[in-house]
């Protein structure tokens, strides 16, 4: 059987040919434990993210991908909701990083706001309330920590039950933070005007309380 190479060595393979790039990817993840990992890979992610930009990235993109015309394209998929809800999250996020920058992520600005206004929510509750995955929310909630933004203690009537708290520190970042995350909401519908604006949220709504209830 073929020994497995060290951990940091496993998650540079993915990259492929590139001894430059593996060798870097080896070195940024050296002696990391897996908990590490997911924080490092966060920060890689975030310091990579493809810079907005009106103009196609290549010609075979100019030819192939045209949204403005639903009759451009003969794909299956350019023809799928569900294709065009994954292509405008990827629109929502590029956005958010183009105008947050590394502050925070989509899903730590969501848990940071909901904490705010739901004080001492307990971490169940918080991931239903921002719909993120129950078994993670935990490491969400620990990088805000770590950053003074969050607290957590124990309830008084099950101290099973970890509580969450904003700080000061955490009120200011939100502050911040909320006039870029809210000129991302304008910019993402900035084609639609007001009535089309409503109309696109109030279909956005049906679908998910048919879907989520």
């Not at 994954?86 to 848990?111: N, S, Y």
């Amino acid at each position: 059987m073929r020994a497995l190479a060290p951990w940091g060595e496993r998650r540079a393979a993915p990259f492929g040919g590139n001894h430059e790039c593996r060798s870097a990817v080896r070195r940024l993840f050296a002696g990391r434990t897996p908990e590490r990992f997911y924080d490092t890979l966060e920060w890689l992610l975030r310091s990579t993210m493809p810079r907005l930009s009106s103009r196609p990235r290549s010609a075979t993109d100019a030819c192939n991908v045209s949204y403005a015309d639903p009759r451009a394209s003969d794909l299956v998929i350019h023809h799928m909701p569900g294709h065009f809800i994954r292509r405008l999250q990827q629109v929502a996020v590029r956005l958010f990083f183009a105008r947050v920058a590394l502050d925070m992520t989509p899903v730590q600005f969501a848990a940071l706001a909901a904490v705010a206004q739901r004080p001492r929510i307990d971490q169940a509750r918080l991931s239903a309330l921002i719909g993120y995955d129950r078994a993670t929310i935990g490491g969400v909630i620990g990088r805000l920590e770590a950053r003074g933004w969050l607290a957590r203690s124990a309830s008084r009537a099950d101290r099973r039950v970890r509580l969450v708290r904003i700080t000061p520190s955490g009120r200011k970042a939100l502050a911040r933070t909320l006039p870029a995350v809210k000129s991302v909401q304008e910019m993402l519908l900035e084609s639609l005007d007001a009535d089309e604006r409503r109309h696109f949220e109030r279909l956005c709504l049906n679908i998910l309380a048919h879907h989520l209830g």
